[in-house]
């Protein structure tokens, strides 16, 4: 069971890896469809990441302990992205240009903070998975062997 864990394990870090080289190929990564790839794909392999660690906890490399502060302030950061976009905020804080567009349009619009809830969530989603990159990054790259391979 160790060993198939093992194959698991590896089998993450070199699609970790291929996903890596990938990033730059269609124009940085900068076109909606592939960062929305990249997404998906970051968002998946975290996911199996965190099963394989389920099942292996000798995976982990560093402990949250070693990213707390950093991992609370990105969260605050996350939390303030996702607030802008919503609508759940007080009316007096959302952009004036809703209320006028409500009354050019003549119904009510739901307003948030931000103009612009769509995009967002778009870049929030990005820095997510910019934030799980760092992550993956940062546990495989604690082991010298895949540190050399990455490189």
Known sequence: ????DGKFSRILF?????LLAWVPL???SNRPWSWTLL????????TLWAIAVFRHP???KLAW???MIPAILFGIVIFWAVLQASTIVPPDWHDPL????AKALGHTLEGSITTDPATAIEH????LAYAGIFWLSAQYGRDPANARQIL
């Open 14 to 18: 070199w699609t970790f890896l291929l």
């Open 124 to 127: 929030t989603i990005r820095l």
């Open 65 to 67: 302990r070693a990213f």
């Open 39 to 46: 997404s998906l794909c970051v968002g998946v392999l975290l």
């Open 98 to 101: 809703w209320q006028d567009s």
């Open 26 to 28: 269609p124009l940085g």
């Open 1 to 4: 069971m160790a060993q198939s």
């Open 58 to 60: 000798s995976m982990i």
